[in-house]
């Protein structure tokens, strides 16, 4: 919606201060009816109308997160999910930066053209393989994760500086976040969304100009400007950092309840008998989902990069998200089901 606002595809109405999502969600739907091609063949207008209703399908997960998973040979190669079609739809670039370097010949032979997702699994497969030499391509693919935990790597900074083209507005995806992107005079930037920069009416732009994140923010004219209260702005991050979190923990646990197995559930049971039920269903799965992530942790020790779909963010904020953490688990041993 930022990058659709911007381009003055979408207006919203002046003097506007507050929007809900479920507004939001209404302002895309309108605009991809109006944004169909008028004169097209009729196949054309068969593959859009498809299209479309596939991007409506999934337009919901806009508020909370859409799975795309990346792939490390290009900044603008991601595995194809039924999310992406949105943005095709919109026509909005969609870019990531994390790219193995094709100089270091080790690294790109462990990766090849696996997707996160493929290579977290080789890892795993190939640390329980007897194969001396698959064992080793493991570590050196297990030793890229961790060496490159902020999702961006200088060879991808390159790539992404000499993709993105001037003035262009696209959407840039790292850290399982979607930011909106620009450049300007050859230099990226980030619009600033983060609710720490809420009362810094002058910070609108964020320079992405290495790998560690401390970029330089900028006014809407990009001229510098530093936030007035830097403590505030970083106590602001942190707090969505946590949020983000325990959203993602949230979601997790509304997709485990979805798959219940209401055919089991015997005819005539009380409502106390099957909150009981449903609540040992609710402890099993969450019990389960803990020690598979503890598990995986512990054959991939893969800092700052999770699963695209659970909307973590990654690096040095994991230590800071361990109390949350902690807090949504009690909350799940305590919590019951009232019927």
Not at 67 to 84: I, L, Q
Not at 138 to 143: D, L, N, P, S
Not at 278 to 300: F, G, K, M, P, W
């Amino acid at each position: 919606m930022n990058v659709l606002l911007l381009a003055w595809k979408v207006k919203l109405p002046p003097m506007m201060e507050i929007i809900t999502a479920e507004q939001l969600m209404e302002y895309l739907g309108d605009y991809i009816l109006d944004a169909k091609p008028k004169e097209i063949s009729e196949i054309q207008r068969l593959n859009y109308e498809q299209n479309m209703s596939d991007a409506m399908a999934i337009l919901h997960k806009l508020q909370t997160g859409l799975d795309v998973n990346v792939k490390f040979t290009g900044v603008r190669v991601f595995e194809y999910t039924p999310e992406c079609i949105v943005f095709d739809l919109l026509d909005i670039p969609l870019y990531h930066g994390w790219l193995v370097d094709p100089q270091v010949a080790d690294i790109v032979k462990a990766v090849g053209n696996c997707s996160y997702n493929q290579l977290v699994e080789k890892i795993i497969s190939c640390k329980q393989s007897d194969n001396s030499e698959l064992v080793s391509e493991g570590f050196v693919a297990e030793q890229f994760l961790n060496n490159t935990a902020t999702q961006l790597t200088y060879h991808g900074l390159c790539e992404l500086t000499s993709a993105v083209q001037e003035g262009e507005l696209c959407v840039f995806f790292r850290n399982n976040h979607f930011s909106t992107m620009t450049k300007y005079k050859g230099q990226l930037y980030l619009l600033v969304t983060d609710q720490g920069f809420l009362t810094e009416e002058k910070v609108v732009w964020e320079s992405l100009h290495n790998v560690d994140g401390d970029g330089n923010f900028c006014d809407s004219e990009f001229h510098l400007r530093p936030p007035s209260d830097p403590e505030t702005v970083y106590r602001g991050q942190q707090d969505q950092i946590d949020q983000d979190y325990l959203m993602a923990l949230s979601l997790q646990q509304e997709q485990q309840n979805q798959e219940i197995n209401w055919e089991q559930i015997p005819e005539g049971i009380s409502d106390l008998e099957l909150a009981k039920k449903l609540q040992e269903e609710e402890d099993r799965r969450a019990s389960q989902y803990y020690q598979e992530q503890e598990q995986a942790a512990a054959q991939v020790q893969v800092q700052g990069a999770p699963s695209p779909a659970s909307g973590r963010q990654s690096g040095s904020n994991e230590r800071k998200r361990k109390e949350p953490r902690e807090k949504e688990r009690e909350k799940e041993k305590n919590s019951c089901v009232l019927l």
